[in-house]
């Protein structure tokens, strides 16, 4: 079953009765809002007087549901995430713990080489040059050890939206920027989500190491994913270029990543279906049950 995003951008009181998240809007007469509490996967508070209970707080957690609060620019800035939602939680921790730095450098070794060649077939759907894309995919060495990402990164981005549009990916940057940073908030809560829900710690990164980011290994698994993302934005970016604006409507259309297509496994399945995938292959990789992670591969002929 697909999990629900659901995103409030105003004033509202959120609570819980009989399983159910209910909304109700004090400063207008709209009716009360009624929405199964299994039914939600990401839950984003993007309004400053937004008023919810602890009691619902506790029926999102138990569900392994991400609540998302974001800032005054409307950018996510807080996840909360359930820690005990899987019973293998303690071995998997230790399996994290544990692992060593050759098959971390492996893992990390696939990750890359999944995330240029889907860079390159976004790329091609563009109608760009990415011949040497293909490449690098497939000389990706153990840790990534001649740093072939940033080195496709460069071409990626220089390329993506033309080279006559002189684009530059930039967090804090010019449009559509702050699509790409809204979309990829949005996924990584799904990946945060999801390795949760399959026992792992997200702040043990396979590769990724910040002492401030209790995120790393969530930013390790979406790097394939990206692209995802960016082929979301690329097509809002063609859709109406003069609305680049984090606008309710941009938002909305950002809020069905969970639910885009990718193919996994040999099937395709929604996005937030195959990160399951990915993040138990993971943990099997991590406790020595299998050699590679399940990530999805955008179809394109390399």
Known sequence: MIKRTLAFSNP????????????????????????????????????????????????????????????????????????????????????????????????????????????????????????????????????????????????????????????RRKRFGDTPNNLLNYGYAVLRAVVARSLVGSGLFPALGIHHRNRSNAFCLADDVMEPYRPFVDMVVLQMVADHPGDLELSPANKKELLQIPAISVFINDNFSPLMVGMQQTTASLAECLEGARKSIKYPRIQCED
């Open 12 to 167: 509202l009181v959120l609570f819980k009765k009989d399983n159910q998240l209910i909304v109700e809007f004090p400063e207008n007469d709209k009716d009360t809002v009624s929405i199964p509490i299994e039914d939600i996967g990401i839950l984003i508070l993007d309004h400053y007087q937004i008023k919810l209970t602890s009691a619902l707080l506790a029926a999102l957690q138990s569900n392994n549901t991400v609540v998302i609060s974001c800032d005054e620019k409307h950018h996510p800035q807080g996840v909360m995430l359930p820690f005990w939602s899987h019973t293998n939680f303690t071995d998997r921790l230790w399996s994290q713990i544990e692992a060593g730095e050759p098959l971390k450098k492996k893992l990390w070794q696939q990750t890359v080489s999944v995330k240029i060649y889907n860079q390159a077939c976004v790329l091609k759907k563009q109608g760009e040059d990415c011949d040497n894309m293909f490449n690098w995919a497939k000389r990706v060495k153990s840790g990534d050890s001649e740093n072939l990402e940033a080195r496709a990164a460069a071409w990626y981005w220089e390329h993506l939206f033309g080279e006559e549009s002189g684009f």
